[in-house]
């Protein structure tokens, strides 16, 4: 089980404004929490802060529970799957080792490509797979890296709504026991997926993350579970309220 991380980030401005209040969060070990929020909130800023993509300010920290440091434990997906066009799926998915001028395990790659149902098209370019297939790839080279910590930004959100189901089953099982923050603008998507749903509230002095009660059952949850269906309606006011 992957460690929690404890955040503590003192209020962040960006281009002259308050972005992200100052604010104390705990992300359980080896959980899935997702953050959703109006468009512009600040949803990326705090996982690209989280990512090291954004220069921490003084008095932030970002304190994996174990103590060990988090730099070189994350692994990021983002919306847009970044397959190299000139790579074969094999090769994309083994980028961050040889990038590392490692070798890389590519008995591992194939398990997860065959995990993420690409079997038989490892040899494949970018250019000769859809959408939702390179999505999976995307998926399978995060996994690749076996880290820890995944934050992963709307990485769903560029395929149709049932690749994108199909996907977040995937993504449950292939995702558990490590610690991830789920940027998403997918109610159902954070109601099937997540332990913990915190909604970024716009005010004075930035967002504030709020939590949102939780369904009983724990995910992966059916998208047609009266309890899902429920939050998922107060999940939608709530972002109404916020916007
Ligand atoms: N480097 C930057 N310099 C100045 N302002 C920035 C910078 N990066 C982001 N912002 C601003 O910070 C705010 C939050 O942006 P962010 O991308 O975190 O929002 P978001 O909630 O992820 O939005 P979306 O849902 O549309 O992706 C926005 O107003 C954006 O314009």
Redesign the pocket.
């Known amino acids: 089980m992957a460690p929690g991380l404890g955040v503590s980030l003192p209020e962040i401005r ?2 002259g404004r308050a ?1 992200l209040s100052a604010a104390t969060l705990d992300f359980a070990g080896g959980k899935v929490t997702a953050l959703l ?1 109006p ?7 705090l996982l690209r802060l989280l990512a090291g993509l954004l220069p921490l300010p003084a008095g932030a920290r970002v304190a994996p529970a174990d103590g060990a440091p988090l730099a070189g434990r994350v692994a990021w997906m983002g919306q847009q799957d970044l397959l190299l066009p000139w790579l074969t799926l094999l090769d994309n998915v083994c980028l961050g080792a040889r990038l590392r001028g490692e070798r890389p395990d590519q008995p591992r790659a194939r398990a997860l490509i065959a995990a993420v149902g690409l079997e038989g098209r490892e040899g494949a370019r970018p250019a000769e797979l859809s959408g939702g297939m390179r999505q999976r790839a995307a998926l399978a080279r995060t996994l690749m890296e076996d880290r820890p910590f995944v934050l992963m930004d709307e990485p769903f959100s560029a395929v149709d709504a049932p690749t994108r189901h199909r996907l977040q089953s995937l993504a449950a099982g292939l995702l558990h026991g490590r610690t991830v923050l789920l ?1 998403t ?1 997918d109610p159902l998507e954070a109601l099937r997926l997540a332990h913990r749903i915190l909604v ?1 509230r716009p005010g004075p002095r930035g967002a504030v993350p709020e939590d949102l009660p939780m369904p009983p059952a724990p995910p992966l949850r059916a998208a047609h579970d009266p309890a899902v269906l429920a939050a998922q309606a107060a999940l939608l006011e709530r972002l109404a309220e916020a916007a």
Do not use: Q, Y
């Open positions: 960006l281009g972005v929020g468009s512009g909130v600040g949803k990326s800023t940027v603008h970024l």
